[in-house]
C-alpha cells in the first residue's frame, strides 16, 4: 500500500519538495523496502492550511507534518498520534525549539509592538502558531490586537519567503514570521537579509528546555514541527515509521537536504494548546462540551478582539479594507479595524 505524507510548506512548494523528499520518500522507501519487501510506499504532498482540514476528513493524506498548532487542533478534532518531533540544524547546534518574532525593514521608524499602530502587517495565518499566534499573543500583553492594532492585516498564506520579499518591497511594514525564517531563507535560496532587516526591539532571545535559542523569539519558545499520524493507520506501522525516523544518522544525506539535525521522540505540546487557549481559538461546544478548533481556513472565525470590543459582522469585517480604499495583495485575505 501507499501511504501519503502530508507536509505544510513554509517556504514555496517547490523548495518544501527539495527538502523533504529525500526523507519522506528516498529514505522512507528504501527503509521499508528491506522489511516489506515494496509492500509499503510513501508519497510526499504539499498540503496547505487553508486546505488540511478537508484532506484529512476525506482520508487523503494518512501522516502530517506540520506546524504544532495544526497538530494540537487536529488533535482535537480526530484521534491523531506525534511519532517524532524534529530537531533542527545550525551552527548554534541542535534546535528542539521555535519561536515567532516581528521583523520591519531596517530604516523602519516601528521601534516595538506599540509602533505597529496604523501600521499595515504581513502574517502567515491566525492559525499559524509561530507566524501569527505567538505575536497576537505578545501584543495582547501589552494591551494590544493582532486585529485591530494595525491599519491593515493582510494574512498571506504558508509561504514565508513571500512574506519577507513582500516586506523588503514595502507591500507590507512589518513581517510576523517565525524566529529562524531568515537563517532558513539564506541556507534555502542564498540571499542574505540579514542586512536590510531587524527584529523589534520588545523581541528577546530565549530558552527552551534551558537551552539558549539563537534567533530572536517573541513571548517564549515552543517545541519544534512535530510528525504525526491519523487513526486509520495500523499501530504496528505507527511504531515503524516512527523507529525508521528517529534511525536516520546525524549527517544523512536527507537530514542535510531537510536542513536538520535529527528527528526526536515526540514532546508535550501542551504549551501549544495553552497559547491557543489565551487567544481563543479553541471553543467548547454547549450540548455535547466537546472543545475544537475554529477552522483554520475560516479567518474572520479566529479574530480575537480587545476587552470591551466585540467583532463586526461577517461581511462588515471582510469587506472593511476595501471599504477604506485600501486593496489586499493577491491570494491575500486582508482586515482594517474588525472590531468595535
Excluded at 517556504?11 to 519538495?17: H, I, P, R, S, V
Excluded at 494590544?144 to 513582500?166: C, F, R
Excluded at 537530514?255 to 489565551?278: A, F, T
Aim: hydrophobic share 40%; aromatic share 8%; glycine share 6%.
Amino acid at each position: 500500500r501507499k501511504y501519503v505524507i502530508g507536509a505544510v510548506p513554509h517556504d514555496t512548494d517547490e523548495m518544501m519538495y527539495t527538502q523533504l523528499r529525500p526523507t519522506f520518500e528516498a529514505y522512507m522507501n528504501d527503509y521499508f523496502s528491506t522489511r516489506h519487501d515494496g509492500g509499503v510506499t510513501f508519497e510526499l504532498k504539499a498540503v496547505h492550511t487553508d486546505e488540511i482540514h478537508e484532506k484529512v476528513a476525506n482520508q487523503e493524506i494518512d501522516f502530517l507534518f506540520s506546524d504544532p498548532a495544526l497538530f494540537v487542533c487536529l488533535d482535537l478534532a480526530i484521534e491523531s498520534q506525534a511519532l517524532a518531533t524534529i530537531s533542527l540544524s545550525s551552527s548554534y547546534g541542535p534546535i528542539d525549539g521555535l519561536g515567532g518574532t516581528v521583523y520591519v525593514r531596517k530604516d523602519s521608524s516601528i521601534r516595538s509592538l506599540k509602533d505597529l499602530e496604523g501600521r499595515v502587517v504581513g502574517a502567515v495565518s491566525l492559525s499559524s502558531m509561530a507566524a501569527g499566534q505567538i505575536q497576537a499573543l505578545a501584543m495582547e500583553h501589552e494591551g494590544l490586537s493582532v486585529a485591530q492594532t494595525p491599519s491593515q492585516l493582510v494574512l498571506m498564506g504558508d509561504d514565508q519567503y513571500h512574506i519577507v520579499k513582500s516586506l523588503l518591497a514595502g507591500t507590507i511594514e512589518a513581517a510576523l514570521v517565525k524566529s529562524d525564517v531568515l537563517h532558513e531563507i539564506e541556507e534555502l535560496h542564498h540571499e542574505d537579509f540579514s542586512s536590510d532587516l531587524r527584529a523589534i526591539s520588545s523581541t528577546l532571545e530565549g530558552s527552551f528546555h534551558g537551552i539558549p535559542y539563537p534567533f530572536p523569539s517573541m513571548h517564549k519558545v515552543y517545541p519544534q514541527w512535530p510528525f504525526f499520524a491519523f487513526n486509520a493507520v495500523s499501530r504496528h506501522l505507527l511504531a515503524e515509521v516512527a523507529n525508521a525516523l528517529i534511525a536516520i544518522p546525524i549527517g544523512h544525506e536527507a537530514s542535510i537536504k531537510g536542513l536538520y539535525h535529527s528527528w526526536e521522540w515526540p514532546l508535550s505540546y501542551s504549551s501549544v494548546r495553552n497559547l491557543q487557549e489565551s487567544l481563543q481559538v479553541t471553543e467548547q461546544d454547549g450540548e455535547t462540551g466537546q472543545v475544537a478548533c475554529k477552522p483554520a481556513n475560516d479567518h474572520y472565525s479566529l479574530i480575537h478582539c480587545p476587552e470591551d470590543y466585540f467583532r463586526l459582522p461577517r461581511d462588515m469585517a471582510e469587506e472593511g479594507c476595501a471599504n477604506r480604499g485600501l486593496s489586499c495583495p493577491d491570494k491575500s485575505t486582508c482586515f482594517c479595524s474588525p472590531c468595535m
